[in-house]
């Protein structure tokens, strides 16, 4: 089953904050998550791995809470390029080989 | 270093024809991936490939065949298009399963 993001979109101020969720049905072994621009390919963010093991950028933050099988990021001090759609990418077999994508929470930042 | 290159960019086939994409990494990954992209949702995996010869089947296979003809190309098949497989595909690659996935810059396709 596909996860749940929310919200599904946001508009922010510049340095204003923001969390999106990702929720699923299933047990989770790890999450991923990307940024993708319009008109262009997606970009990767972070990885969250059971146990608490992050591998990602230093600005940006995220958290994964295994029992409530959730993940939620976090934008803080928002910037003009945090715009985009994001994606939680979920692995529900522990290999990370196959990962079920969510529909996306579209955030933009104004001035 | 381009990354992971796709070509075509777009394309236009009348129901019933075949074609194949193509997808090239010069970044020495074992791991490769096709995707498709539909409007207002999150990327699919059509097939994913953990080394040179070796093909698994993803959420959507149906209607595609895929090759991985070496470490580098891993390429996309559609024997005979539909238009239910309009829709953006995206390939990436990386260096295992644990690491990010680097994305070309998508194909749009569509099909009459």
């Known amino acids: 089953q596909q996860p749940v993001q929310s919200p599904q979109a946001v508009i922010l101020r510049e340095g204003e904050d923001a969390v999106i969720n990702c929720s699923s049905s299933k047990a989770l072994y790890s999450v991923h998550w990307y940024r993708q621009k319009h008109g262009e390919a997606p970009v990767f963010l972070m990885i969250l791995l059971k146990g608490g093991e992050q591998k990602g950028h230093d600005k940006i933050s995220a958290s994964f809470n295994e029992k409530k099988q959730q993940s939620s990021l976090y934008l803080t001090a928002s910037q003009l390029s945090y715009s985009g759609t994001y994606f939680c990418?979920?692995?529900?077999?522990?290999?990370?080989?196959?990962?079920?994508f969510g529909t996306g929470t579209r955030l933009q930042v104004t001035l | 270093n381009a990354g992971v290159t796709q070509t075509p960019k777009f394309q236009v086939l009348k129901t019933g024809q075949s074609m194949t994409l193509q997808c090239a990494q010069d970044m020495n990954h074992n791991s490769m991936y096709w995707y498709r992209q539909d409007p207002g949702m999150g990327l699919r995996l059509i097939y994913y490939?953990?080394?040179?010869?070796?093909?698994d089947k993803g959420e959507v296979p149906n209607g595609y065949n895929v090759s991985r003809l070496n470490k580098r190309e891993f390429s996309l098949r559609l024997e005979s298009a539909a238009p239910s497989q309009t829709s953006v595909y995206f390939c990436?690659?990386?260096?295992?399963?644990?690491?990010?996935?680097?994305f070309g810059p998508g194909t749009r396709l569509t099909v009459l």
């Open positions: 990418g979920t692995d529900h077999t522990g290999t990370a080989s196959k990962l079920t």
């Open positions: 990436a690659s990386s260096e295992g399963v644990w690491a990010e996935q680097f």
């Open positions: 490939s953990a080394s040179e010869g070796t093909t």
